[in-house]
């Protein structure tokens, strides 16, 4: 396994991961300790809450939470084997380990349990997908028809360059792929395995495989789901009005899309945006 490394975020957390992604994991520390990114739009979380993070990655969401709050219940499922022992790493040596319950799974989520080839990016490891056809796709899209916004938001300088030698610094960042077997599982298989009786927060963040995560929630399920926050991959968007109308019929009375940048969602951008949905309280 290629050999991990220790990286300082901007407010001094150390935290292990792939070498030569700083800045990947600058981006999603911002998204998580600054921006707040699961957390946004009604979504709360209390002590003692129970967090199904499918796409845990490094385990960032993890560690700010565990920051934050006492006695919660986090199940982290992450199937790329060296991100996965990244974030097991990081979860064993937080200070605030002993407050909290931490399960790490090590699987694929998708509409039916089943065997798959998962695509690991050295250098993009936060993208590694099931969906690897339609993952080039849309980064090729994104490099042509992003926005200086949007590249700023990625890094700094990016929305300052001229397009030519944005395309020069992203374009090979998809590469040198590993494409690696992987067991994918339900929500269903897991909720069953783990007996949860409720999950105060479900987040999903899986790179283009999270209408099939949807679809492996048992209707029986979801009346244990409290709250939602799901990233959207481009080639979801034009699903989003039949999600929420699919998940207002499930008992969430505020379902909200934003874009990456804030504000409202839109097909033409070439960004993923956010879902949020949430149980009246």
Same mark, same amino acid.
């Given at each position: 396994?290629?050999p991990?490394?220790?990286?300082?975020?901007?407010?001094?957390?150390?935290?292990?991961?792939?070498?030569?992604?700083?800045?990947?994991?600058?981006?999603?520390?911002?998204?998580?300790?600054e921006?707040?990114?699961y957390?946004?739009?009604?979504?709360?979380?209390?002590?003692?809450?129970?967090?199904?993070?499918?796409?845990?990655?490094i385990?960032?969401?993890?560690l700010?939470l565990?920051?934050?709050?006492?006695?919660?219940?986090?199940?982290?499922v992450?199937?790329?084997?060296?991100t996965?022992?990244?974030?097991?790493?990081?979860?064993?040596?937080?200070?605030?380990?002993?407050?909290?319950?931490?399960t790490?799974?090590s699987?694929?989520?998708?509409?039916?349990?089943?065997?798959?080839?998962?695509?690991?990016?050295? !250098? #993009?490891p936060?993208n590694?997908? &099931?969906?690897? $056809?339609?993952? %080039?796709?849309?980064?090729?899209r994104?490099?042509e =028809?992003?926005?200086?916004?949007?590249?700023q938001?990625?890094?700094?300088?990016?929305?300052?360059?001229?397009?030519?030698?944005? !395309? #020069?610094?992203?374009?090979?960042? &998809?590469k040198? $792929?590993?494409t %690696?077997?992987?067991?994918?599982?339900?929500?269903? =298989?897991?909720?069953?395995e783990?007996d949860?009786?409720?999950?105060?927060?479900?987040?999903i963040?899986i790179e283009g495989?999270?209408?099939?995560a949807l679809?492996?929630?048992?209707?029986?399920?979801?009346?244990?789901?409290?709250?939602?926050?799901?990233?959207?991959?481009?080639?979801?968007?034009?699903?989003?009005?039949e999600?929420?109308?699919?998940?207002?019929?499930?008992?969430f009375?505020?379902v909200?899309?934003e874009?990456?940048?804030?504000?409202?969602?839109?097909l033409?951008?070439p960004?993923?945006?956010?879902?949020?949905?949430?149980?009246?309280?």
């Amino acid at each position: 396994m290629q050999p991990m490394k220790q990286f300082r975020c901007p407010n001094g957390l150390r935290v292990w991961g792939a070498p030569g992604t700083g800045v990947e994991i600058n981006l999603i520390f911002r998204e998580i300790f600054e921006d707040r990114c699961y957390e946004r739009l009604g979504i709360t979380i209390c002590d003692g809450d129970v967090i199904l993070d499918i796409g845990a990655n490094i385990g960032l969401f993890a560690l700010s939470l565990m920051e934050r709050f006492y006695g919660l219940k986090i199940v982290c499922v992450e199937p790329a084997p060296l991100t996965r022992a990244c974030l097991e790493r990081n979860v064993a040596e937080s200070p605030r380990r002993d407050r909290h319950q931490i399960t790490i799974l090590s699987d694929a989520i998708g509409a039916e349990n089943a065997e798959a080839m998962i695509t690991y990016f050295p !250098r #993009l490891p936060g993208n590694s997908t &099931l969906c690897l $056809a339609e993952k %080039q796709k849309e980064w090729n899209r994104m490099i042509e =028809d992003v926005g200086p916004v949007q590249l700023q938001r990625i890094h700094k300088e990016l929305g300052l360059l001229p397009r030519w030698i944005v !395309r #020069l610094i992203l374009k090979p960042m &998809l590469k040198n $792929a590993v494409t %690696q077997p992987c067991k994918v599982r339900t929500v269903a =298989d897991i909720v069953a395995e783990l007996d949860l009786s409720r999950i105060d927060l479900l987040k999903i963040d899986i790179e283009g495989a999270e209408m099939d995560a949807l679809h492996g929630i048992a209707e029986s399920d979801w009346r244990r789901i409290r709250q939602l926050a799901m990233e959207v991959s481009p080639r979801h968007k034009g699903l989003l009005d039949e999600v929420v109308e699919r998940l207002r019929a499930r008992g969430f009375a505020k379902v909200t899309a934003e874009s990456f940048t804030g504000g409202g969602v839109t097909l033409n951008d070439p960004m993923p945006c956010m879902l949020y949905a949430l149980r009246q309280t």
